[in-house]
């Protein structure tokens, strides 16, 4: 095929976004479109220790990854689930896992049932009902075992961490392979045509000239075309997600690689926890209206595993979305099209959905209004459906140790937050809206985790007796305990499947 007279597509910025957009694009298309990627060595990405959630498994269905393969390239380790420390009070602790709760039920959902036992005090704590959270309390993990679909073993679900440095390099390489051509060079120049104002080239330092028809930002904070050339506008959610700034920095391994994420409420803002197999990644997200960087910095450095392995890099944001995350012939993906802190591992998800719902509504040479639209409005549910479940996590505290954590307590929420805190308070009950993400047990592990207690429990858990409801439970409990038990630690687990090969070392 003569490529020459192919359309083109230009991504401008590599990074996570722009390499999971461009290995996705390769995949699909197939070498029908020119695919261009424009980055410079100049420009740093933001990369940091990443962390995930299970949806990743479709995207690399998508491109046919080896997973073994990806783990060693990626320093990669497992994550069944989120620890988070001290957020509703003090010396809390709870786990918000992946995949499923308790047993299904044909009345009623079994937390129902668990809560009834719970408000009664004769039920165990949440995470000893799913095989995810117990096996995360003993440092356990192995891929589900779908050979054995009556047992919980089948039931693990889990996601990753890894360095997003190696992720990126991992997925230029496989877009490479499949016929994306990297243009090295800053972007110093949007040219735009008069009339539509369609984005048509973007001139580099060097004075090339990179022509194209459909583009797609993926520059990060800098938004260089969605916002930059277009001047799209930007919705702002900081009165809810006060957090503006984060520090990030690697440490080195000296404790058991845990088969999550740890998230720690701070003074004024959480820490996080991300290990891999070659160190921990760590940050600070706080809010500068209540702490400065320096104490951030300390406050980071002070609750670190082992010594740091580079300097403390400071991350400023401003939480919230692009008012069109598609504008004229231009999509903005990642960091270009909206921020929500990585509380909840959101963020690889939603370049994820970028991408998916761009193949959905993948354009022809027009541009057609009703398909930007539908494009938009589906980019809009996926970032507010995240944003009401992080916005949960600070409204649902009874901490007030702080100005920061009284601020979050009793700040107003979206009405759409509110209905579902009101709903569960009732009598537990909970909802999934069409396809968001976080399903009800995502809901249910988080409100109880935050100590938002239900009145009572649905009314139809009373046709079974307190005695049957109890040896339900208890059977639960012990089939999880066993299976837990013959479960390999995640790191001999790792150790035999996906070990990253030793740096080699050149001297000097």
């Given at each position: 095929m003569?490529?020459?007279?192919?359309?083109?597509?230009?991504?401008?910025?590599?990074?996570?976004?722009?390499?999971?957009?461009?290995?996705?694009?390769?995949?699909?298309?197939?070498?029908?479109?020119?695919?261009?990627?424009?980055?410079?060595?100049?420009?740093?990405?933001?990369?940091?220790?990443?962390?995930?959630?299970?949806?990743?498994?479709?995207?690399?269905?998508?491109?046919?990854?080896?997973?073994?393969?990806?783990?060693?390239?990626?320093?990669?380790?497992f994550k069944l689930g989120i620890e988070f420390v001290n957020w509703a009070r003090l010396g809390d602790r709870y786990i918000h896992g992946f995949g499923v709760v308790g047993?299904?039920?044909?009345?009623?959902?079994?937390?129902?049932?668990?809560?009834?036992?719970?408000?009664?005090?004769?039920?165990?704590?949440?995470?000893?009902?799913?095989?995810?959270?117990?096996?995360?309390?003993?440092?356990?993990?192995?891929?589900?075992?779908?050979?054995m679909p009556n047992s919980p073993l089948s039931q693990i679900a889990y996601a990753f961490h890894f360095d997003a440095s190696l992720y990126a390099k991992f997925l230029r390489g496989y877009s490479e392979a499949r016929g994306v051509q990297r243009i090295e060079g800053r972007v110093t120049e949007v040219q735009t045509r008069e009339g539509d104002g369609h984005v048509t080239a973007l001139v580099l330092q060097s004075g090339q000239r990179v022509e194209g028809e459909f583009f797609i930002d993926c520059s990060g904070f800098r938004a260089l075309l969605i916002e930059g050339a277009l001047n799209t506008g930007y919705e702002d959610w900081s009165h809810w997600l006060p957090c503006d700034r984060a520090v990030a920095v690697p440490c080195a391994s000296v404790a058991e690689l845990t088969p999550y994420t740890r998230s720690t409420a701070r003074q004024a803002g959480w820490q996080w926890r991300i290990p891999l197999q070659h160190r921990i990644g760590n940050g600070h997200v706080f809010c500068s209206k209540y702490i400065s960087e320096?104490?951030?910095?300390?406050?980071?450095?002070?609750?670190?595993?082992?010594?740091?392995?580079?300097?403390?890099?400071?991350?400023?944001?401003?939480?919230?979305?692009?008012?069109?995350?598609?504008?004229?012939?231009v999509v903005s993906i990642g960091l270009a099209c909206g921020f929500i802190e990585p509380l909840e591992s959101t963020s690889i998800h939603?370049?994820?959905?970028?991408?998916?719902?761009?193949?959905?509504?993948?354009?022809?040479?027009?541009?057609?209004?009703?398909?930007?639209?539908?494009?938009?409005?589906?980019?809009?549910?996926?970032?507010?459906?995240?944003?009401?479940?992080?916005?949960?996590?600070?409204?649902?505290?009874?901490?007030?140790?702080?100005?920061?954590?009284?601020?979050?307590?009793?700040?107003?929420?979206?009405?759409s937050l509110q209905h579902r805190i009101d709903l569960f308070r009732s009598h537990g009950r909970l909802y999934r809206e069409g396809t968001e993400l976080f399903m009800k047990l995502s809901w249910l592990q988080v409100l109880h985790g935050q100590r938002v207690r239900p009145?009572?429990?649905?009314?139809?858990?009373?046709?079974?007796?307190?005695?049957?409801?109890?040896?339900?439970?208890?059977?639960?409990?012990?089939?999880?305990r066993a299976c837990v038990d013959v479960m390999p630690s995640h790191a001999r687990f790792i150790a035999e499947h996906c070990a990253a090969r030793p740096a080699v070392r050149v001297a000097a």
């Amino acid at each position: 095929m003569d490529t020459s007279l192919s359309p083109s597509i230009v991504i401008v910025g590599g990074g996570t976004s722009g390499w999971m957009t461009a290995a996705a694009l390769a995949k699909v298309l197939q070498g029908r479109y020119r695919i261009s990627l424009v980055e410079s060595d100049e420009i740093s990405t933001i990369g940091v220790g990443e962390a995930t959630i299970p949806m990743i498994s479709l995207f690399n269905r998508l491109l046919d990854l080896d997973e073994d393969e990806f783990m060693r390239q990626t320093q990669g380790s497992f994550k069944l689930g989120i620890e988070f420390v001290n957020w509703a009070r003090l010396g809390d602790r709870y786990i918000h896992g992946f995949g499923v709760v308790g047993q299904e039920n044909a009345t009623v959902d079994f937390h129902q049932y668990w809560l009834k036992q719970y408000l009664a005090g004769q039920a165990s704590e949440l995470e000893q009902y799913s095989i995810n959270t117990a096996a995360c309390l003993q440092n356990k993990f192995m891929r589900p075992r779908l050979d054995m679909p009556n047992s919980p073993l089948s039931q693990i679900a889990y996601a990753f961490h890894f360095d997003a440095s190696l992720y990126a390099k991992f997925l230029r390489g496989y877009s490479e392979a499949r016929g994306v051509q990297r243009i090295e060079g800053r972007v110093t120049e949007v040219q735009t045509r008069e009339g539509d104002g369609h984005v048509t080239a973007l001139v580099l330092q060097s004075g090339q000239r990179v022509e194209g028809e459909f583009f797609i930002d993926c520059s990060g904070f800098r938004a260089l075309l969605i916002e930059g050339a277009l001047n799209t506008g930007y919705e702002d959610w900081s009165h809810w997600l006060p957090c503006d700034r984060a520090v990030a920095v690697p440490c080195a391994s000296v404790a058991e690689l845990t088969p999550y994420t740890r998230s720690t409420a701070r003074q004024a803002g959480w820490q996080w926890r991300i290990p891999l197999q070659h160190r921990i990644g760590n940050g600070h997200v706080f809010c500068s209206k209540y702490i400065s960087e320096d104490e951030a910095t300390a406050v980071l450095l002070g609750n670190l595993d082992g010594a740091p392995l580079a300097d403390p890099r400071p991350i400023r944001f401003v939480t919230g979305k692009r008012k069109q995350a598609w504008n004229r012939n231009v999509v903005s993906i990642g960091l270009a099209c909206g921020f929500i802190e990585p509380l909840e591992s959101t963020s690889i998800h939603l370049v994820q959905m970028g991408i998916a719902h761009l193949l959905t509504m993948f354009p022809s040479a027009g541009f057609e209004a009703a398909d930007r639209e539908h494009y938009n409005r589906a980019m809009d549910q996926e970032y507010t459906w995240v944003r009401d479940f992080i916005i949960l996590h600070y409204k649902a505290t009874e901490r007030t140790d702080s100005p920061f954590w009284n601020y979050c307590r009793t700040m107003e929420i979206p009405a759409s937050l509110q209905h579902r805190i009101d709903l569960f308070r009732s009598h537990g009950r909970l909802y999934r809206e069409g396809t968001e993400l976080f399903m009800k047990l995502s809901w249910l592990q988080v409100l109880h985790g935050q100590r938002v207690r239900p009145l009572s429990y649905h009314p139809l858990v009373d046709l079974r007796s307190p005695a049957e409801v109890q040896e339900y439970l208890d059977e639960i409990e012990g089939v999880i305990r066993a299976c837990v038990d013959v479960m390999p630690s995640h790191a001999r687990f790792i150790a035999e499947h996906c070990a990253a090969r030793p740096a080699v070392r050149v001297a000097a």
